[in-house]
């Protein structure tokens, strides 16, 4: 490539990921053109990884699917796949492993062996520990797509499931940055973010988040992370990161991964309608067009007219998910299933009762599912496999299952919320209410200018309303 190309493309990379600036290098650079030009021709990148002697099939790997949604300066909702790999650190001294999946070198992370990990946070961790595992990207044709790895302490080698855990944050392009520790399995990390992943983060944001583990208590499930500008406040980005391992061939290009930050990142600048030079537009623009979105962002934002109502009880909220988690864990499988799926075929009624799903109401739909819904209700609402599903299903706009009618499921949930403490049952009844109704009218009329909902909408509302015992809860502005 030549110098003043390969310059250019090195500054697009540093100001759309400012925190790898100051580490980019020339077979970054080519790794990114390469991986741009095959996602642009379609032609994908597989070639096999270079595995060391007796080493690559030894190790787990993750398949990760992250969602990210974000409501500030932008709204913007997408997920992404990338692959990790699970390797124990050395006691004294940092290991290499070459694994299915490329390299994972003590260079890209900043705690390379357990003396370290003890050094930085043995007094917090307040128990002795003597192994470490750290699930994490690796480095392939000199490149590593890196936003989050995982370490994972235990007592001893070989013990059934970790005592505490450490968040690696880091950037597109490989570099560690921060760690964030969980002292304890189920602590919530609340911090700083200490570095700025993209120009349109902070390094005086509030992070918060945790890990919850798969039924064995060792391999990593769902990873969570909420930005806000103020601690506690309401969040403008969640991540969600589940995790599954991979049981056929791995695939990484850790280039792609790159290249689809940057289309994203740029994308979203797009959309906000700022400055841009031509490869800035033309990359953008690629992102916008070739990359699938849930909500792209070059779309018009609208107004949600229930969030501050929902703001108010955000406080209130904390103290009921963890008894309505409690609470859907004493329920058998298939009802806890349908509590967790309520509120997407709940809203799938609504979107779908005129016959069509227009842009209004899916922009109402991806607000409320992200950002609502886990605030409110907790991340199983939004993120378990049974409201994945009914939340695919409602935004692909597929028809529902003609053996699961409304009337049947719809009976059964009201049953189990009637079946809820009263207080827990009003604060779900009181969100259901909200949410359906903020859906509903989310494409009506206009001011004064007409009904904000229609026949269909209001009957389909009142069928839920009986169905739930809505009536008898006041709206959750009172």
């Not at 963890?322 to 075929?345: K, M, T, Y």
């Not at 842009?359 to 939004?382: C, H, K, S, T, Y």
């Not at 259901?432 to 209001?458: D, H, I, K, Y």
Request: aromatic share 8%; net charge negative.
């Amino acid at each position: 490539m030549l110098a003043r190309n390969r310059n250019a493309l090195a500054k697009l990379l540093a100001q759309t990921f400012p925190a790898s600036a100051e580490q980019l290098d020339a077979s970054t650079v080519d790794a990114f053109v390469d991986a741009l030009m095959a996602v642009k021709t379609g032609r994908a990148q597989t070639k096999p990884v270079d595995q060391g002697p007796d080493q690559a099939d030894a190790h787990t790997v993750y398949q990760l699917r992250a969602t990210h949604a974000r409501r500030h300066p932008i709204a913007s909702v997408f997920t992404g796949t990338t692959e990790a790999v699970r390797v124990p650190l050395g006691q004294h001294e940092p290991l290499t492993w070459a694994t299915s999946i490329g390299l994972v070198s003590p260079e890209d992370h900043l705690l390379p062996t357990v003396d370290a990990v003890r050094e930085r946070f043995g007094p917090r961790i307040g128990r002795a520990f003597d192994h470490v595992e750290v699930v994490t990207p690796a480095r392939y044709a000199f490149t590593r797509f890196a936003p989050m790895a995982i370490y994972l302490g235990y007592e001893h080698e070989g013990d059934p499931r970790p005592i505490f855990y450490v968040f690696e944050a880091g950037t597109a392009t490989g570099q560690p940055k921060v760690l964030y520790l969980g002292a304890t399995l189920d602590a919530i990390v609340e911090e700083r973010s200490g570095y700025e992943p993209t120009p349109l983060s902070s390094a005086d944001n509030w992070y918060s988040g945790g890990l919850r583990f798969a039924a064995n208590g060792n391999d990593p499930e769902v990873l969570f992370m909420r930005a806000s500008r103020e601690r506690e406040g309401e969040p403008h980005l969640r991540l969600h990161v589940e995790y599954s391992i991979l049981a056929g061939e791995a695939k990484p290009v850790p280039a792609e991964g790159i290249v689809e930050a940057a289309m994203r990142m740029l994308a979203v600048q797009r959309g906000m309608k700022l400055d841009q030079n031509l490869v800035e537009r033309l990359v953008g623009e690629a992102g916008l067009s070739l990359l699938d979105w849930v909500d792209r962002p070059d779309q018009a934002a609208e107004p949600h007219r229930h969030v501050e109502e929902l703001a108010h009880h955000t406080l209130d909220a904390t103290k009921w998910i963890g008894v309505l988690d409690q609470f859907a864990a004493s329920l058998p499988a298939a009802e806890r299933e349908l509590l967790h799926a309520s509120i997407p075929l709940l809203l799938d009624l609504v979107v779908q009762v005129d016959g069509q799903f227009d842009r209004l109401e899916r922009i109402e739909v991806d607000w409320v599912m992200n950002f609502e819904v886990p605030a409110q209700l907790g991340e199983a609402f939004r993120f378990s496999p049974a409201a994945e599903r009914a939340y695919s299903v409602l935004v692909a706009n597929l028809p529902r299952e003609a053996e699961s009618p409304a009337e049947v499921w719809l009976e059964s949930l009201g049953r189990i919320v009637a079946s809820m403490p009263p207080g827990l049952a009003g604060h779900y009844r009181r969100f259901v209410g909200s949410v359906c109704r903020s859906t509903a009218e989310s494409s009506g009329g206009l001011l004064w200018f007409g009904s904000p909902t229609s026949e269909q909408e209001r009957a389909v509302l009142e069928q839920i309303d009986a169905a739930l015992g809505l009536a008898g809860d006041p709206p959750m502005s009172e």
